[in-house]
């Protein structure tokens, strides 16, 4: 079970929202380069980046400091980013720079053929971000909940050959109130890609219970608000997903 600390940038700050909401950030660092340095140093092996401003806007707004974080950290780990990537310049301009996947979320849902380009352009370094409510799929920074199933186009863009998928509950994301661990094994079920687990994951229990399911494809989680809250200690639970799965 792969373990990925998150760094959300907001106006150039790393910061946690609640539910998505723009208006309900909470400030934990000024200096994110510092911050990837941090999760490095802790043994993260992968860092998961996502430019909020860029999410809304629909096009990149945090890209220098996301750039000083992969001068930092690129060759080292591998590093996924999401948020405003609306054009395949944009992707290859980042992959040139050292990152190691790109996540489309909205951009996938509201121009599938984007995506399907983006898969051919650049195989194996396309991620596609599926944020959901309720079975749901939202897009704009979670602020539009659509009528797409969730499972159905995701099974849709498994067929346009991306990389994985990150499923993020946005009923929970921030809230610390648990994973979903029904909704993100159904998706995964349906899946032959790996799914990644995103949203609510509040302590070592949501760990263990993501561990028990590892097995359905479910291959990582992303941890944001609950390491940077203290209530989750990164070496200590990638060290039990270890013990767990090996």
Not at 189 to 216: F, M, N, T, W, Y
Request: charge should be negative; hydrophobic fraction near 40%.
């Amino acid at each position: 079970m792969l373990l990925i600390p998150a760094i959300d940038l907001k106006d150039g700050r790393c910061v946690r929202l609640r539910q998505g909401d723009m208006d309900d950030a909470t400030v934990f660092a000024e200096d994110p380069v510092a911050v990837a340095r941090s999760w490095l140093d802790r043994g993260a092996r992968r860092l998961h980046l996502v430019d909020l401003n860029g999410a809304v806007s629909g096009r990149p707004r945090n890209e220098g400091v996301i750039r000083e974080i992969l001068d930092e950290i690129a060759g080292r780990i591998p590093v996924q980013l999401g948020g405003g990537i609306r054009d395949l310049d944009t992707i290859e301009r980042y992959l040139d720079g050292g990152l190691s996947y790109v996540i489309i979320g909205t951009a996938a849902v509201k121009n599938p053929g984007f995506l399907h380009d983006a898969c051919g352009a650049f195989p194996g370094q396309i991620i596609v971000g599926l944020d959901a409510k309720d079975g749901r799929v939202a897009t704009d920074g979670w602020s539009k909940l659509t009528k797409h199933d969730v499972v159905d186009l995701a099974r849709k863009f498994e067929d346009y050959g991306v990389e994985g998928v990150i499923y993020t509950d946005i009923g929970r994301d921030g809230m610390l109130t648990g994973v979903n661990i029904e909704a993100t094994v159904r998706l995964a079920q349906a899946l032959k890609v790996p799914v990644i687990a995103s949203g609510g994951i509040a302590g070592i229990e949501d760990i263990d219970r993501l561990c028990e399911v590892e097995d359905e494809g479910v291959e990582g989680a992303i941890l944001g608000r609950a390491l940077y809250e203290g209530k989750l200690d990164f070496v200590a639970a990638q060290q039990r997903a270890d013990e767990l799965n090996g």
